[in-house]
Each structure stands twice: as structure tokens, then as C-alpha cells.
């Protein structure tokens, strides 16, 4: 599986909207294969979800994200799990290891934030997505 | 009755930052949210319970946060900033509109505890905004010029019916646009739209392009291939720049027109076809057809409804609207904060004279998004072309106004010296009796109506 995450430093970008990176990264044996980072500030949504498609990326795991781009990056095929906040490589460990991301859910967000349902299994709650976030 | 004395500071604080409407928030060094009031539960739609103690960025989720924090700013430089617009994002996805102050939070003796941020929901001067703007908005164009509103009038009545336009106008005045409009007002909306530029292709691939081929029609026609006309089913199809079509071509197109039929490269079997047709070009039709170079019989074949374009120059009126527009679009578009353009900028696109018509003038604003960061677009983000006539016009503008004003007061009082006698003031100011009139009506000086000499007799 091949995911990406728009990010900021080691966090996951608040907003999709504005990022200026995003980390690709492969997913095999529930361990992260390969992972690289490339600067997208600027870029249109269509064309990130056109080289998102052409990468062979299955799911966008970002920040908030309003509608528009949101229904782009969904209408290209891609899955999207939105309104995450957290430290990056925790989260892409969560998601490798198919456990649960409920612990990176943005405040307010009333609804799963994961539209593909990764966990059976519980995080660890002795580590908090805050923990090495800030 | 209340026994207790007045509210203590710190409570009438909070009761302050309870009633009013403004979102106001506070952080720590760390970045982690301290307070949180009434208001900015409201706008962001997240309790106070789930925001404290969160980081800033989680909550507020602005598009300043990662990029250009105002707070951040604030906390590194230790002033305060007011008014940045931005947007926040909020759980079901809504973009809200903002205007973020920011300040440092100190403690009675001066040392800062963190910042306060405070933000004004700006949805609802969008939203009159937008209103505002729509009265002169027509599906994609807009427009408060005479002639653009009385062509609005006319265009649902137009695009229900099934009659083939004509649409001139000079290149950039938006030709294609007004075909979508017309097209997506009429039945035929959820049919293809179709645009094909006829000036850009040579006789044989528009015609292929248009009508398709069937395999073996020429050296590389494999296969059949469908044509823009069967793929438009019954939809719109768009020939642009019809005036630079060939006579050949004007030949094949006029069968289409009458027989409602066309022929596929190679095939001897007519198809039929139900697609709407609209025209347009940037040359004057009738002057080809008075020249032999536009076939007549097509050209009243086509112009059944003709509509004209103005040039921008004719509605200049237009400018401050196109570009309002344009910074809107391109702020979506490269996701950017551009708050508008500055009086001056307007001046010198408003002395333009735009031959590239509208598009020039988005071309111009997407230059200035270019080379502007943010804020207002001035002069200085315009192209070099623009900014020529500041100099012209910034020194002679107050000699000229100091000359016409001097001469208006010699005439008037020349007229009074010689009790409103023309010809009097005239040989008084060493100037001929019709150099006078022409001056005084240049000047816009408003003679009385008896001349001294009648007066004086």
C-alpha cells in the first residue's frame, strides 16, 4: 500500500490547504518500506491528485482540508483520512501496523476521522499523538 | 438586591471576553491553548473543553498556521498585528473567512505568558460580498456595463431556442465563455459542450476533427474515428474563429447546416446530427463576405441571432469587477491571500487600453500574483508596460490643472473689468474674440447669457 501525508516538519500539516510538503511512503508487512518528501507549496489540487494517482498512492492522510480539494482527491480514486494531527511517523507506524488513529483526531471532528477502517487493535494510550508533536 | 461589590478586574475580564462576538484565544509558550471564548467555540465549532490544552494548529486550523503565522510573528518580534485576513477550516470541511489580531499576553509584572489571538467571522460581509457582486453576474461573466447587462437580458430567451448564433467580438472579450453560458441555460445542458478552434487547424484535420473518418479514409486511418460532431450527441458545438475557415470547409459546414446531416471522411453514408451550433470570430463577417472571403449563403445560414462582444476598452466600467474576480479565482487557485489591489494599481489598468481584451487583464493580475506576497497588488506588481504612464501622468496632471486654472481666473476677471463684453475682454487679454469662446468652453466657464455690449446701449 502506498500512502501519503501532507506534513510539516515532524507533524502532520494542520491544513491540507496551505501544506507545503508531503511524505510518500510504502506500506509492506506492516512495516514502512520506503518513505521520501517532496515540496508541493503552491501546487493546485488537481494536479497533486494527478501525481498522487501516478505514484500509485491508496490513501491521503492529512490535517483539515475543505471541500473542494477534498472532493478532488476523493473523485481521483484516492482514499482520503482527513482531520489527523499528531507526529507523522507515529501516525504512519499506526497505519503500517493497521491500529487504531482515533488518538490522532483532531479536535471537533465528530465523525471517524478514518473513512478506511485500519483498526481492530487499540494505540498504546500511554503514547499520546501529542507526545512528540509539539 | 445585589450585596456583592463590583466584579473584580479578572471577572469582568472574562464577562468581557464572554459577550462579545470576536473569537479570542489564548496560548502558552508552548503553543498550547490556555483560554477559549464563547465566540470562538462558536465560529470553529470545537468546545472549550476539547480545545484547551490542545496545540494552537489543531484547533484554529488556519491557512496562516503552518506558512506565516500572525502569532508566531507576534511572539518572535514581540509586536502586535492587526487585521490579517486568512481562513479557517472547520470539521465539516467549511472554509470560513477571518480576520486574526494578534497580541503578546504579559502578566502584571511585564513578563510575556504567551499570545492572545483574536478573529472576526468574516462570512457574513463575504456573503453581502458576493450578493453584491452577483446583480452583475451572469453564469461565469460579469458585468455592470449597459451593453453586457442588456445581452444578460436576452440570453435565457436565446439559449432555449434551438437557432444557430453568431457571437463576435475581438479576441479575449470572452467568445467561448458566452457560448457556455448560453449552453448551460439551454435543454441541452447535460449534453457535451464542445470548442474546437477552426482558425488553428489546416482544411483536412478540422474536418476530421469534426466530422471523424472511417478506416482507410487515408494513409493512417487505421480505424473509424468518431467526430466532435457525433460525440456532441445533442450538445453545443463552439466554432471558433469561423472567419478564417477556407471555402472548401464553409462548403462541407453549410451542408451540415441545412441538411442537418455530415458525411465521416471516407464514408458515403450521412449521419445525422442534433447538435446545437454556435459561431464566433473576431473578424468582421460581412466585410469578408463583401470581399468573397466568407461565403454568403453561410454567413446568413449562421446569422440567425448575432451577438456582439464589446471590447473591454468600451466597458472599462467593468475593471475594478474583472479584477475582484480575477483575485478571487487566483487566490482559490494558488492558494493564496491576495487582499485586493490599491488605488493606484486600479488607476493605471483603468488608463489601459487592453487590445488583449479581458484575458490581458487576467494575464496582468496573474503577472501581479506572481510578484506580489501578499497584501494589496500595487504598481510595482504590474507588468513594466503598465507602469510607463505613472511619470506622464503623475507631473504634468498639476502644471496643466495651475495653466487652466490661471487662464480661467484672467478670463473671468477680464470679463468683469469690461462689464461681461466679450470682445473687450478679449483685446484685453491680447487673445482674438474666437480664441476666447473656444477657451471659455474648454474651461467650462459659464458666460451670462446678456453680453456687456447690450447692456451697456
Redesign the interface.
Known sequence: MKVAMTV?GNRV???F????TILLAEIKDSTVTWEQREFI??Q?PTRLARMLVDRGIDTLIC??????P?SIIEAAGIKLV??V?GNAAHLLEACARGISTDHFK?????IPCCRQQWQQQTLDPQRRP?EN?? | MNSKGPPAPLECTEIILESISDGVFTVDLHWRITSFNRAAEEITGISRHEAIGRYCWEVFRSNMCEGDCALRRTMEVGKSFVSSATSIITSNKKQIPITVSTSLLKDGSGEILGGVEVFRDMSLIEELRRDLRSSFLFSDMISRSPAMLELFGMLDQIAQSDSTVLIEGETGTGKELLSRAIHNLSPRQDQPFIAINCGALPDTLLESELFGYKAGAFTDARSDRQGLFSAAEKGTILLDEIGDTSPAFQVRLLRVLEDHTFQPLGSTVPIKTNARLIAATNRDLHGLVETNQFRRDLFYRINIIALRLPPLRDRMEDIPLLVDRFIAKLNRRKKKLISGIDEQALDLLLQHDFPGNIRELENIIEHAFVLCPEGPITPRHLPAFLNLPIQKLRSPAPIDKTVADSERDAILKALHNNHNNRTAAAMQLGLHKSTLFRKVKKLGISLPEQDGRSTRS
Open positions: 510539516w500539516s494542520p491544513v490547504d496551505s501544506a507545503q507549496a503552491g493546485i490535517g483539515a482540508i475543505s471541500e473542494q477534498a482527513s482531520f494531527s483532531m479536535p471537533g471532528c465528530k501529542d508533536g509539539g
